[in-house]
Structures are given as structure tokens and as C-alpha cells.
């Protein structure tokens, strides 16, 4: 007896395994290439920016992480013969609470995967893990990106001076070739004013300001870039003291006018709200210290079970952290059009 062959024979499929182009379809010779075709991912910094000293032990949403302060002690004069003072100093005491949390959940059913290559569990679950981390950045960056001190902000920044121009919401700084590199030495001497340590400070800008630098004086002077590319975390290289890092991820402002006009996350989906009046279209540049920002993160579930109403897996885990601004002193912000 002969055997045919039925080239347009297709596997049953139903929501929500319809994908286009479908993995199942005809069952017709095909050829399933083991190349993945990559994905652009946008660059995450907070890995980078925010220090985990504290990260501990997390074992789920609703820990604390408790954080000592060293206090500042007083230096008295000395004269002979006189009772000195003493002080009963105690560390100021910071509560980390680990209340965010994000997750992805997905499904894979057999017969997909077996037709597979590369695997699709394998596939899904990488794209996931990049988009947890974008998340993040972008939620880390947005709320806490205003939280410096006042005194390291707006139209008379300089804790001691007062004497620098970082713009505000309703003025922001126009940046241009010729003023860019001016304004980020004026970040630099808002945070030695705030006596920042000198190792260990970044820079955040977006791509904006990157091409600006990039037409300045100082990449004739060939002072910043080194010999690597920026891949996932945005470094670019150095200015003056700044370890320099590009992100899309930044927090920007919609041009607008009454209370409507806000701040947008990186990924677009949170925003606050700001005062009234005429707005500026805005983004922000914010230069720090490590020791700045503080973050704890715990991938405190990673799961894959049998579905049980079909032949395949599901898959999913969660992520909890959370991040605070410890060193309000070491965080400034620049404003700009």
C-alpha cells in the first residue's frame, strides 16, 4: 500500500497559541533555524548607580532592611582645666522597605516546543528576564531622580554658593554644544560643595545630551569614551570625575500647561504631577554618588508547572525590591529643554 503525504496538513491551534508566523502551521518540509534572532533591549543602569549594601536577606514582599547612619560628632575647643563634654552619639536609623514587586508569567505547550529551535521556554523566559530588568531601571530612575537635596537642584544650586543654574520645571536649561560640558562641571561642583567622595560618581544623560557632548569641545579633546562600547549598562566613559552612562530609561517631561503637565517614566507608564503653569518640554540629568541611592532586589519565586488542562508548561517568577535615596546630598539634578 502506498503512504501519501498530506503537505497541507495543519495542527489544530487555539487561542492563545495563534502567533504569527505560527509555529505549528503546515506540516510541510521546513527548516527551523538554531540562530535566534537577538532583540534590542534598551541599557539599565541602577546595577551600576545604586549601591545593595544592604540587600540582606529578602524573602519576600513587606521585608525591611534597616540602615545605620554614622552620626556627626561635635569638635569642641579645648581649654586647660576644664570639664570636657561628652556626647552620647547614636546612628540615625533608615528603613529600606522591600514593597515593590513585578512579574512575568507565560505559557509553553509541548507540541510548540517540540517544533522549536531555538527552544521557546528557553526564548521566552530570556526576553522576560531583560524586560524585569528594564522595568526597573525605569521605575528606580523615575522615582527617585527628584529626591536629591534642595540644595543640589534648581535656579541657585550649591549648598555653599548657591551659585549654579541646573534649571527648573518652568525654566529648564537649554543645553547646546557650546554650554553642555559647562553644565555638567556645574554638577560636579554642586556635589563638592555637598563634599561627595570623588571615586565611585556617575552621570546620567539621555541620547540628547550625548549627541550635544559629542559635537563639544570634549570629544575634540578626546577626554571621554575608552576602549570598549557601551552593551547593556550604557557606559560611554568619563567627564572630570563622572563615570558617564547613556539611558533611555531616563524620566521626561511632557510640554503643557496647568496641573496636567507631568513627568513620565522611562517606559511611559507612570507620571506626577507638577505645578501649575506654562511647561517646558523636559528631560532630566542626574549626576550622583554610589552611595546615594540604596537598592535590594530577590528573585523570591521562579517557578515552572504541568498545565493542567492542556500538554505544555507554564512558567513564572517574581521579583520583589526596593530602593531609597539614603544620601539625598550625593544626588543632583539637572533640568533641561
Known sequence: MAITRDTNAVFPVG?????????????????????????????????????????????????KV?????????????????????????????????????????????VLEYQSKPHLMEMFSNDA????????????????????AA?????????????????TDASP?????????QKILELASVLDEQNVPQDGRWLLIDPVTRALLMQ???????????????VRNGKIGMIDRFTVYVSNNLPRGAAGTGAAAAWVSGDG??????????????????????????????????ETVRNPNDFGDYVRSLNVFGYKVVRPEALALLIAA
Open 216 to 230: 563639544s569641545n570634549l570629544a575634540q579633546a578626546q577626554f571621554m569614551g575608552d576602549d570598549k562600547s557601551p
Open 129 to 148: 528576564a531583560e524586560q524585569m530588568r528594564i522595568k526597573i531601571d525605569s521605575t528606580v530612575l523615575y522615582n527617585t531622580f527628584n529626591d536629591g
Open 66 to 110: 534597616i540602615i545605620h547612619t554614622a552620626p556627626s560628632l561635635t569638635v569642641n575647643p579645648y581649654t586647660a582645666g576644664t570639664n570636657l563634654t561628652y556626647q552620647a552619639p547614636a546612628p540615625d536609623v533608615q528603613e529600606l522597605l522591600i514593597d515593590k514587586g513585578f512579574y512575568f508569567a507565560f505559557q509553553i505547550n509541548d
Open 173 to 181: 536649561i537649554t543645553l547646546t554644544a557650546s554650554n553642555v560640558l
Open 15 to 63: 487561542a492563545p497559541f495563534n502567533t504569527n508566523p505560527p509555529y505549528s502551521g503546515n506540516f510541510i518540509p521546513a527548516v527551523w533555524s538554531a540562530k535566534l534572532n537577538a532583540k534590542f533591549y534598551k541599557a539599565s543602569v541602577y546595577g551600576e548607580i545604586a549601591n545593595s549594601d544592604w540587600q540582606g536577606d529578602i524573602s519576600g514582599m513587606g521585608d
Open 269 to 302: 507608564t507612570e507620571n506626577s504631577i507638577q505645578p501649575a503653569g506654562t511647561l517646558a518640554k523636559r528631560r532630566a540629568i542626574i549626576a550622583g554618588h554610589r552611595s546615594a541611592i540604596t537598592f535590594a532586589s530577590q528573585i523570591t519565586k521562579m
Open 151 to 167: 540644595a543640589n537642584k534648581g535656579a541657585t544650586a550649591g549648598v555653599n554658593s548657591a551659585a549654579f543654574n541646573l534649571g
